[in-house]
């Protein structure tokens, strides 16, 4: 089970900015809620995806808890995926760390899951994970989002009685898609949506005291960077 969070910006913020958004993601590793309450937190690795105007600027992937990073952001970014986990299946291990990435359409995707689907499986993952299987799964026949509703449905329909929840996060270099999608306990497997000036924000928690909108469950929100604006998009699965 996870912590994850994504920000899109129609211009790259800056370092400091980048690394704030980091320090709460931490926090929330460290301190949020945990699956089973058991106040272990989100230790068994982290990762983070960054994009700046198009290109992937950062990728990264670590078996020890977030909130010992051994870096500190000293770069912008336009668009950033971060993820804490606590295994649930596979080991703690490189290949099994979110986000996972796929191409797709010669675009770099980045995935990052709360949940298991057990049973699913995906002969071409890097790891063992269920995350890894259901991306794969959802992105074999390209991504838009009729393709990802689909996908959806087909798992969650198939898979329904190993679930506890689909809620993802997939970013590339200018949309993020964001599934909340939780068979069970949908306060715990959330997605909360922050949205600003020229940007938004998605969380599993809160990251502070803004104003922040928790997603319907079952429901998947688009965001798309054009022509100088963030568009916005909902499907209902």
């Not at 993020?176 to 924000?201: C, S, W």
């Not at 319907?216 to 688009?222: G, K, P, V």
């Amino acid at each position: 089970m996870c912590r994850m969070a994504a920000f899109m910006s129609l211009e790259p913020v800056k370092g400091y900015e980048v690394e704030d958004f980091l320090e709460a993601v931490a926090h929330m590793a460290s301190r949020g809620r945990s699956s089973k309450e058991s106040g272990m937190g989100h230790p068994h690795g982290w990762g983070l995806a960054a994009f700046s105007k198009g290109r992937p600027v950062l990728y990264v992937r670590e078996t020890f808890p977030m909130w010992r990073r051994g870096f500190y952001a000293r770069f912008r970014a336009d668009v950033v995926l971060a993820h804490a986990r606590a295994a649930s299946v596979g080991e703690v291990s490189f290949e099994n760390t979110h986000p996972f990435s796929v191409i797709v359409g010669g675009k770099v995707w980045f995935f990052a899951h709360n949940g298991s689907v057990k049973g699913i499986e995906e002969g071409n993952a890097l790891g063992k994970t269920d995350s890894e299987a259901m991306m794969l799964g959802l992105t074999h026949n390209g991504v838009d989002p009729s393709k990802l509703v689909e996908g959806v449905r087909e798992i969650r329909e198939k898979f329904w009685e190993g679930l506890s929840s689909m809620t993802f996060l997939m970013v590339s270099d200018d949309e993020i898609y964001a599934l909340k999608g939780a068979k069970e306990r949908p306060d715990y497997f959330n997605l909360y949506v922050k949205r600003g000036e020229g940007i938004v924000i998605l969380a599993s928690e809160p990251l502070d005291d803004g104003n922040w909108e928790e997603m319907e469950n079952w429901t998947l929100l688009i965001f798309r960077r054009a022509e100088g604006r963030i568009e916005e998009y909902k499907e209902v699965i």
